[in-house]
């Protein structure tokens, strides 16, 4: 007898009775990471439930290379292929040191016989592991190797955590870069390189056979993930329990978004200001730099016609300072907060004949609406 209940995921899909029935007819065996639970093509007339550790289903080549076909964690079955077939073609070896019940299968059978809503889940978690398996071929047929990277990454963090793993969470992954360059499909560099990237854009971090998620979205969006496939909701997991969290979590989400956003908004109005601030101070110095050496000019030239055409251009320059730093100072006033709305309205308010009437125009003289100050 064992204690199936320890396996979260069986503890979720099985009713009490059926779990029960389950530990009645179950044994528990201790296998050593490395350590094959069965060989491809040999008949075996038990099934392997993992209560605790990983496990991976194999095909080996002639060559020495290993294709790792899907990772077991707790409370999967390893070989429900067995129910139907006298041997299987894959073998199963452990990724770490595990803890795994056996099921007689004329024993598991009997249970099915006796109760149909038990055969069912394991019909239904078959069906997760064929839809798993299709998400695999797709990351092997189609994906690039960081897609195909992120999108496992995703897969584990989703069967350990729930539908949406939290920004910031930590999973266990016991899996050295050779497992996963045997599940993907690649070599070992070059999945060294894939974490390296993933790692350089702040989306996981991974140490001490642990992986934290800094950024979810974006390894989500990377990976083009849709945890649909994983069928979370039909294994029974809490399901409503689990939209709940997850609405909360996008409407924290989307009030993060929006409050940076508006503070992105902030500094970039604060940063146009001061620069616009910054060209006004310019363009007034240059005005006034450019005045005065109009003057100098005319105090060292002897000729009055020239001296009178430096003096005409200083003026005229003095009012183009004047105008300036009158509508820089009055632009509040003039345009109104920003630069959004109407031109015309502006254009009429520029026009008005009241606006600022209390304070003459830079020559010291009030001017009627029509009527442009010479320069």
Aim: aromatic share 6%.
């Amino acid at each position: 007898m064992t204690t199936l209940s320890s396996a979260r995921r069986l503890r979720t899909l099985l009713e009490v009775e059926d779990l029960a029935g389950l530990e009645q007819i179950a044994t528990e065996r201790h296998v050593e990471a490395s350590h094959d639970l069965f060989e491809k093509g040999r008949g075996n007339s038990y099934i392997h439930i993992v209560l605790d550790g990983w496990v991976g289903r194999y095909q080996d080549f002639p060559d020495g290379r290993r294709q790792y076909l899907a990772l077991h964690l707790s409370g999967d079955v390893c070989d429900l292929d067995r129910v139907m077939l006298d041997a299987v073609d894959f073998g199963a070896v452990a990724l770490t040191s595990c803890t795994i019940a056996r099921i007689e299968l004329r024993d598991l059978k009997a249970a099915f016989e006796a109760r149909p809503r038990l055969a069912m889940v394991f019909w239904r978690m078959l069906s997760t592991e064929n839809a798993i398996a299709c998400a695999w071929a797709s990351s092997l047929g189609r994906r690039t190797a960081q897609e195909s990277l992120a999108h496992l990454l995703c897969e584990v963090a989703v069967r350990l955590g729930g539908p949406t793993p939290a920004n910031g969470s930590i999973f266990c992954l016991p899996l050295t870069h050779e497992d996963l360059a045997n599940a993907l499909g690649l070599s070992v560099v070059h999945v060294n390189r894939c974490v390296q990237s993933l790692r350089a854009e702040r989306l996981i971090e991974v140490s001490h056979r642990q992986m934290r998620i800094l950024n979810w979205n974006e390894l989500q969006r990377i990976a083009d993930f849709d945890p649909t496939y994983l069928r979370r909701d039909a294994d029974g997991s809490k399901a409503h329990s689990d939209k709940l969290a997850e609405a909360a979590s996008d409407a924290a989400a989307l009030a993060i978004s929006q409050d940076r956003e508006a503070s992105q908004l902030r500094r970039q109005l604060e940063r146009r200001e001061a620069e616009l601030h910054e060209l006004n101070h310019r363009i007034a110095n240059g005005l006034q730099i450019a005045s005065g050496l109009l003057a100098r000019q005319r105090k060292v030239l002897s000729d009055p016609q020239g001296r009178e055409a430096l003096t005409e251009a200083q003026a005229r320059l003095d009012a183009v300072g004047n105008l300036h730093r009158y509508l820089y100072r009055h632009s509040e006033r003039l345009f109104g907060k920003g630069v959004s709305g109407d031109s015309a309205s502006s254009w009429s308010v520029i026009q008005a004949r009241d606006v600022d009437r209390a304070e003459p125009w830079p020559d010291g003289q009030d001017r009627e609406e029509d009527q442009a100050i010479s320069i």
